[in-house]
């Protein structure tokens, strides 16, 4: 039986990578950090809270020496590294902070592998953010990356630090540069789940108006629960080495604003410019959506779309869930929980 570790266990991806290990029979140890309140929602919601294979296990990876123990203590065939701090938007104002997690702490695992034992296979959560500016689209594996963010900075050297311990040490490092993916898992801060959740709370009458930032950025969104069987496949192939994951189609946030809508059942139509752009609900005239410039971020990432036909080549990955049927499960599910009175 194969033993895994796979740091932010609390995570959308942590959950969902979580019990596809679980599936598989591997013994997993999802870490988690100490905080007045941990909230394992995810997991519970998945049902593997209380799986007899499942152990989880306090750790922060900004600590080297706790980095170091837990290897000596799970002593895994696997290392899934998920935990950061993801949020592109407060990034920017805990740089530091965001260095520190996101960066460094790959970089502390990385120095485990190394001392602790050559043969664990690593998993770097890389992102599309490291694209930033368009240099070329689609992106893929060898388009120069320009990122645009404290985020997209700690990442980029997390992913080079991957494979450079790979070509130093021999160490089955694997980067997987993955585009946004999404679910009803996806923490509310991130614009999808945001306008998900909205969108339900303004149909149940909850809610009156849905604010946010810049609607024009174009995003290559999939489903996570797709993206996290990439994850695994890359560390059971034959040769370390970075990937794609993406569905090479791109929309913009108003586009998904606009599905959200109507996966309700509400039809919007959308008004006005930049700051003064609204969406009003095209039966009742009212008005659903508008912008509050506190949303827009110092340097935004304006298109991302990627290629991930080497992830189909290679490891026979591809995603299958449409922009149309992810978007429908999330305003669903959201229904489902804001009508029962709860929504995490
Ligand atoms: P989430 O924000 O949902 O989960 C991040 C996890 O990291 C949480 O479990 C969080 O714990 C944990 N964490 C944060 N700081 C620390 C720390 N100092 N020590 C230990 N754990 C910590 O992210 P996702 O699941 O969406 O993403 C997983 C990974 O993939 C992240 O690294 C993200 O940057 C990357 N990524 C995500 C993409 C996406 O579209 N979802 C795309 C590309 C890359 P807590 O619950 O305590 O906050
Ligand atoms: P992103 O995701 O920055 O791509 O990072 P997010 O959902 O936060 O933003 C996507 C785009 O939507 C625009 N936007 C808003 N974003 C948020 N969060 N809230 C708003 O109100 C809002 N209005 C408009 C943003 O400006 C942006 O252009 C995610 C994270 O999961 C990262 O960890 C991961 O690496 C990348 O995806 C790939």
Redesign the pocket.
């Known amino acids: 039986m194969k033993k895994a570790i796979v ?8 959950a969902y990578l979580s019990q596809l290990l679980l599936d598989k029979g591997y013994t997993v140890f999802g ?3 100490r ?1 007045s309140s941990v ?1 394992f929602w995810r997991i519970e919601e998945l049902g593997i809270q209380n799986h007899p294979n499942l152990h989880l296990v306090e ?4 600590d080297l020496g706790a980095s170091i123990s837990l290897l000596n203590k799970c002593e895994p065939d696997e290392v899934y590294n ?5 949020f592109v938007g407060v990034s920017f104002e805990q740089p530091s902070t965001t260095a520190q ?1 996101t960066g460094v ?1 790959a970089l502390n695992l990385l120095e485990a592998i190394r001392l602790v034992n050559t043969k664990i296979r690593y998993y770097q ?1 890389s ?2 953010e490291m694209f930033g500016k368009v240099q070329a689209v689609p992106q893929k594996e060898d388009t120069p990356f320009y990122p645009r963010s404290p985020y997209g900075v700690a990442k980029l050297f997390a992913h080079w630090m991957t494979v450079n311990y790979r070509e130093s040490y021999d160490i089955f490092g694997c980067s997987g540069i ?4 999404e679910s009803p898992l996806r ?1 509310r801060e991130f614009v999808t789940r945001k306008i998900t959740d909205s969108v339900a709370k303004i149909k149940l009458g909850q809610l009156d108006v849905l604010e946010l930032g810049n609607l024009n950025a174009k995003r290559d969104w999939g489903f ?1 629960k797709e993206y996290v069987e990439g994850m695994w496949r890359m560390l059971q192939a034959n040769q370390p080495d970075t990937f794609v994951l993406a569905t090479n189609r791109t929309e913009t946030v108003r586009d998904f604003v606009r599905l959200a809508f109507k996966g309700a059942g509400i039809d919007v139509e959308f008004f006005g410019k930049d700051e003064n752009e609204t969406a009003v609900d095209s039966t009742t005239g009212k008005v659903v959506m508008t912008i509050n410039p506190k949303f827009y971020r110092p340097a935004e990432v304006e298109l991302l779309i990627g290629d991930p036909s080497k992830a189909k080549a290679v490891l026979g990955w591809q995603p299958t869930t449409s922009l149309e049927s992810l978007c429908e499960m999330m305003v669903k599910e959201d229904l489902r929980r804001n009508e029962q009175g709860f929504s995490f």
């Open positions: 740091t932010g266990v609390s995570g959308q991806d942590g870490t988690f950090r905080t909230n750790y922060d990876l900004t998920l935990a950061a701090q993801s997690i702490g959560a992102t599309s993955l585009f946004n993916h923490g996570a």
